[in-house]
């Protein structure tokens, strides 16, 4: 089966809203589809992060990642955070994942950033697998969170 990957669009926003769901829902959130229309919505509509979407032949979402920019001082460039990443649970295993972190590395060389960030928990071993097959390298440092 073939996959296009390609930037996401308002007229994506119903399917993309799903996708979205089954991502928070992965992660223990509660379900709130008009919340998370409304944010991908604004997203898009503002040019906060850029969605690309996973397409398949027949015209489906099945995947989709979200990249959201940031700098780093000490390299005086920007960088990309791949804040998001999901896969449909019967597309699982077939390069879908692959395929959108390539075209977030080369979002990355054609912005002339200078990394690539990401975070998963620690216990998703696949997750921590694909990363490591992409040539995503483990960190040292200390990652920090705080919620108000």
């Not at 449909?88 to 972190?101: E, H, M, W």
């Not at 960030?117 to 200390?142: C, G, H, M, P, V």
Request: hydrophobic share 35%; net charge positive; glycine share 2%.
């Amino acid at each position: 089966m073939d996959f296009t990957i390609r930037k996401a669009q308002i007229k994506d926003l119903e399917l993309l809203t799903k996708l979205f769901e089954g991502y928070r829902s992965f992660y223990r959130k509660d379900p709130s589809p008009n919340e998370a229309s409304k944010f991908l919505k604004e997203r898009i509509n503002n040019k906060d992060s850029i969605i690309y979407v996973a397409e398949n032949n027949n015209h489906e979402l099945v995947g989709f990642t979200q990249l959201y920019p940031s700098f780093s001082s000490t390299r005086m460039k920007r960088l990309w955070i791949l804040n998001d990443l999901f896969v449909a649970d019967n597309y699982r295993g077939k390069g879908v994942s692959k395929k959108l972190i390539n075209k977030a590395k080369s979002l990355t060389r054609e912005t002339n950033s200078c990394a690539l960030l990401l975070e998963t928990e620690k216990d998703n071993s696949i997750a921590n697998q694909l990363y490591r097959a992409t040539n995503f390298e483990l960190e040292t440092n200390n990652f920090y969170f705080w919620t108000p």
